[in-house]
């Protein structure tokens, strides 16, 4: 598979702290073969945790994200009718859309969140 979603803490490390990766994301991360996507819900995660204070992210982050060559992935409406079809096994509903999405979209997801695993979708660290 040659297209990867990222989870909020996967790009996090990749801009600001990149020994957090994995050996594995790393290489994924730094091959320009690969399309790498970050999605709308991702984004507005990271949003919603700077606007409350409990993130703190480099001035101009969100734009960078894109100059660099992340792919920026909207949310569909085959995302959301695949969404409400996932079972519970996590609740933080960022994560189950970011599950939706790698699985309409064929994508491997780059997450060290085990909980991912229970989905039926790849899931890399």
């Known amino acids: ?12 490390w990749a801009v600001g702290d ?14 320009s073969d690969h399309r790498i996507f970050v999605s709308v819900a991702t984004l507005w995660e990271l949003s919603i945790k700077q ?15 894109f100059q660099v060559g992340y792919e920026r992935l909207a949310i569909l409406d085959e995302h959301l009718a695949a969404y409400r079809q996932l079972p519970l096994h996590h609740r933080d509903p960022f994560d189950r859309l970011l599950v939706a999405q790698a699985q ?10 085990a909980y991912l695993k229970q989905y039926d979708v790849e899931v890399i660290w």
């Open 1 to 12: 598979m040659n297209a990867y979603l990222v989870d909020s803490h996967t790009l996090l």
């Open 18 to 31: 990149p020994g957090q990766l994995s050996p594995t994301v790393s290489r994924v991360l730094a091959d």
């Open 51 to 65: 606007n409350v204070g409990k993130l703190t992210v480099p001035d101009g982050f969100f734009d960078s994200l």
């Open 104 to 113: 309409v979209e064929d994508l491997a997801l780059l997450s060290r969140d």
